[in-house]
T-cell receptor
Framework: DAGITQSPRHKVTETGTPVTLRCHQT?????MYWYRQDPGHGLRLIHY???????DKGEVSDGYSVSRSKTEDFLLTLESATSSQTSVYFC????????????FGSGTRLTVV | QQQVKQSPQSLIVQKGGISIINCAYE??????FPWYQQFPGKGPALLIA?????SEKKEGRFTISFNKSAKQFSLHIMDSQPGDSATYFC????????????FGKGTHLIIQP
């Protein structure tokens, strides 16, 4: 998707290991979001950021942490991966807080074995 | 607490028919209701959206109908085509937007040729 890149696209990791997913944007948008998508649950917000070093928790934040040291990068870390964190993770960006124009990345498929 | 309930979970429609997906919301603070379309392996993409001060919005073959008193809204796809086969998500967003988009669980739509 134009302006937003997620890496890696796929990852398999072992239970108990730390994992970091990266979201990179070239749009200079202020707001960035991490969602997870699971069958039967739709997309659920994990964490979001409203500026450099400004982050807050979403609906399903337990077991996840985030960091944003630059406008363009938003990192999602699983400190100790569990099988319940097997999911597809999407990053989204938006210019304004109430702007409906969320742009989503192509996702990272994470499997925890 | 699921704030946006979406139905049906899956839907099969013949080519040329009308596809209808329904959503109901609970949060009266929502003031923006987008629909997202997602193809396999891709992130969700904004399809069409409506604000609660209008009862209907049409863009090409896609129409949103909105009933504020019932707290319900629906997506109609006219003259459905095989290329419309995808997963559709409704969502709500409050003016503050701090919690990000709240999504329904999604509808997997298949258009049969």
């Amino acid at each position: 998707d134009a302006g937003i890149t997620q890496s890696p696209r796929h990852k398999v990791t072992e239970t108990g290991t730390p994992v970091t997913l990266r979201c990179h944007q070239t749009e200079n948008h202020r707001y960035m979001y991490w969602y997870r998508q699971d069958p039967g649950h739709g997309l659920r917000l994990i964490h979001y950021s409203y500026g450099v070093k400004d982050t807050d928790k979403g609906e399903v934040s337990d077991g996840y942490s985030v960091s944003r040291s630059k406008t363009e990068d938003f990192l999602l870390t699983l400190e100790s991966a569990t099988s319940s964190q097997t999911s597809v993770y999407f990053c989204a960006i938006s210019r304004e807080l109430s702007n409906y124009g969320y742009t989503f990345g192509s996702g990272t498929r994470l499997t925890v074995v | 607490q699921q704030q946006v309930k979406q139905s049906p979970q899956s839907l099969i429609v013949q080519k040329g028919g009308i596809s209808i997906i329904n959503c109901a919301y609970e949060n009266t603070a929502f003031d923006y209701f987008p629909w997202y379309q997602q193809f396999p392996g891709k992130g969700p993409a904004l399809l069409i959206a409506i604000r609660p001060d209008v009862s209907e919005k049409k863009e090409g073959r896609f129409t949103i109908s909105f009933n504020k008193s019932a707290k319900q809204f629906s997506l109609h796809i006219m003259d459905s085509q095989p290329g419309d086969s995808a997963t559709y998500f409704c969502a709500g967003l409050s003016g503050g937007g701090a919690d990000g988009l709240t999504f329904g669980k999604g509808t997997h739509l298949i258009i049969q040729p």
